[in-house]
């Protein structure tokens, strides 16, 4: 389940490690790797705390709520996390789509620090995400910490692959965008109380990349299609 659940960490920090001198990608990888481990293992020794998050801070009258609507720490981390991701990823893609070349550190912010301190959030907020969801599942604590360590330890070995795949093929990089907008919304509607399935947006994930793996099969095999020239083919005829 950690593994699962840190499928996104890895997508974001791979993203965002881009950005960096490629002689600096795989430090900031596991920077970023290591402080979710970190963030994790003080959380889970912190259960007591997490707990108390969710106790509402203020209540307030919204339309499309409850009555009363009761406003926790949880609900306040979960909506700025879910904010920050649909930024960046929108970002993200609209520097794509306008053909902003994406040259290793030459941006005037693509720095190491810049870049752990991205990572910092963004961990902060799946950190939550994935302890409040151990807690659930097991009562040891020492359970959760090992769990954690085992797939911080596997994500470790396959960070590099996953990050330079998603580098190497435009078409999965903007699939991997548009999944941390879908997880970015999640999160602003779980802050609003509105709890959605997450085997079902893990289904969709999945089901979504194994199409484009199928396109960039098919793409491979299948040579580009000609388009006629309707103008030259009008001049020639009399």
């Known amino acids: 389940m950690e593994i699962v659940l840190g499928i996104d960490n890895i997508i974001f920090i791979s993203i965002v490690v881009n950005r960096l001198p490629r002689e600096q990608q795989a430090r ?23 707990v108390g998050l969710k106790t509402p801070l203020f ?68 950190s939550f995400d994935s302890i409040l969801t151990a807690v659930g ?38 699939l991997a965008l548009s999944f941390l907008i879908m997880i970015g919304a999640m999160l602003i509607m779980e802050a609003f109380h509105q709890e959605v399935p997450k085997g079902y947006v893990y289904f969709a994930m999945a089901f979504s990349l194994g199409v484009e793996l199928l396109n960039m099969r098919v793409r491979k095999k299948v040579p580009p299609v000609e388009l006629r020239d309707v103008e030259a083919q009008s001049a020639k005829q009399p």
């Open 59 to 126: 209540h307030l009258d919204l339309p499309f709520q409850e009555p009363d609507f009761g406003v926790s720490g949880r609900d306040i981390i979960l909506f700025f996390g879910g904010l920050f991701l649909l930024a960046k990823s929108t970002t993200e893609i609209h520097g794509k789509l306008q053909g902003e070349e994406e040259e290793h550190g030459t941006g005037k912010y693509n720095t190491l620090s810049r870049v752990i301190f991205q990572i910092i959030v963004i961990d902060i907020v799946f």
């Open 137 to 174: 599942l097991v009562n040891n604590v020492l359970v959760m910490i090992l769990a954690v360590i085992l797939a911080m330890g596997v994500m470790l070995a396959f960070s590099g692959y996953v990050a330079d795949f998603v580098n190497q093929n435009p078409t999965i990089k903007i």
């Open 28 to 50: 900031g990888r596991t920077i970023g790797l290591l402080l979710a481990l970190v963030f994790r293992i003080g959380l889970l020794l912190s259960i007591s705390w997490i």
